[in-house]
């Protein structure tokens, strides 16, 4: 069997000759039939993906990205408290030094993926090529942007965290 990564990767066998000559053997559909769902299939893959990156762009955007500027100028006005009565806040600039690089990372990410997702919308004349442009384009911008909001929810204090945790999501509901 094939290791097909991707379950858009498989539309092709809808349309081989092989497949289209089983079918029809049969009598269970024509070779207009077969292609005509494969060309269902392609849209409605490229469309849930685009529904999914528009979604996670206005979380980011709206909702984490923000939340995360608040926690770390509270962390930088904790860090100047501390020196200012002369403790230490080496524990505090390690947080918001990784906490930062972090938000740089994710910011840069959905720059990324607001880039290739306007760029999506333009790939409409062929819906397989828009199809393969979402598995190959925006689907890894998408978990590229993931991997830091990710770390950011691990080190951002969930009073600040706008959505349920994956803690909150597994062991309180």
């Known amino acids: 069997l094939p290791n097909l990564k991707s379950g858009i990767d498989s539309v092709s066998a809808l349309i ?27 849209e409605s893959y490229a469309k849930t993906i685009n529904i999914e990156a528009k979604t996670m762009i206005d979380m980011a955007s709206k909702d984490i990205l923000p939340a995360v500027i608040r926690y770390t100028k509270t962390l930088a006005d904790t860090i100047a408290s501390l020196e200012s009565v002369g403790a230490d806040s080496s524990v505090s600039k390690t947080l918001l030094k990784d906490t930062s690089a972090l938000l740089s990372q994710a910011s840069a990410a959905l720059e990324d993926l607001k880039q290739k997702e306007a760029d999506g919308n333009v790939q409409k004349k062929d819906a397989r090529k828009q199809a393969f442009f979402y598995r190959d384009e925006i689907v890894p911008a998408m978990e590229a942007l993931r991997a830091p909001v990710d770390a950011l929810e ?20």
């Not at 089983?22 to 292609?35: I, P, Q, R």
């Not at 080190?155 to 994956?166: A, E, I, L, Q």
């Open 154 to 173: 691990m080190k951002v204090d969930r009073s600040f965290w706008p959505m349920p945790g994956y803690a909150d999501l597994l062991f309180e509901v």
């Open 16 to 42: 081989t000759e092989k497949a289209v000559h089983l079918f029809e053997k049969f009598s269970v559909y024509t070779k207009a039939e077969l292609e005509s769902r494969a060309e269902i299939e392609y």
